[in-house]
């Protein structure tokens, strides 16, 4: 079982910053896909982010391309997502997810539990209009 903790997050105005971090405290994210999935209130987890274990590969929705960056650094077993232009619709807890397995783009924005087995408790990110 691999633990998650997330921080980070709080309250921004459009088009603001932020950077959310994920630890790993009792096991090493470098086996891991790493990735970060949303939920807006009464909506449904969606795909954010994901990097494979080297950092070298990553996938974004499109709704985030161009404006959020994930990035980790298995040394510091954190990973990072850095939020910009931030917009009132990006209002959602954030959780930090990890896979065992590193797949498709279209898997991790459609595929069961987008593609994630292990889950953090999630931060809230506000960004008020």
């Known amino acids: 079982q691999v633990q998650l903790v997330e921080s980070g997050g709080g309250l921004v105005q459009t088009g603001g910053s932020l950077r959310l971090s994920c630890a790993a405290p009792?096991?090493?994210?470098?086996?891991?896909?790493m990735g970060w999935i949303r939920q807006a209130p009464e909506k449904e987890r969606e795909f954010v982010a994901v990097?494979?274990?080297?950092?070298?590969?990553?996938y974004y929705a499109d709704s985030v391309k161009g404006r959020f960056t994930i990035s980790r650094d298995n040394a510091k077993n954190t990973v990072y997502l850095q939020m910009t232009n931030l917009k009132p619709e990006d209002t959602a807890v954030y959780y930090c997810?990890?896979?065992?397995?590193?797949?498709?783009?279209?898997?991790?924005?459609?595929?069961?539990?987008?593609?994630?087995?292990?889950w953090g408790k999630g931060t809230l990110v506000t960004v008020s209009s």
């Open positions: 990097t494979n274990r080297n950092g070298g590969t990553t």
């Open positions: 997810a990890a896979g065992e397995a590193f797949f498709s783009e279209t898997y991790y924005n459609h595929g069961e539990n987008h593609g994630m087995d292990y």
């Open positions: 009792n096991r090493a994210i470098s086996g891991y896909a």
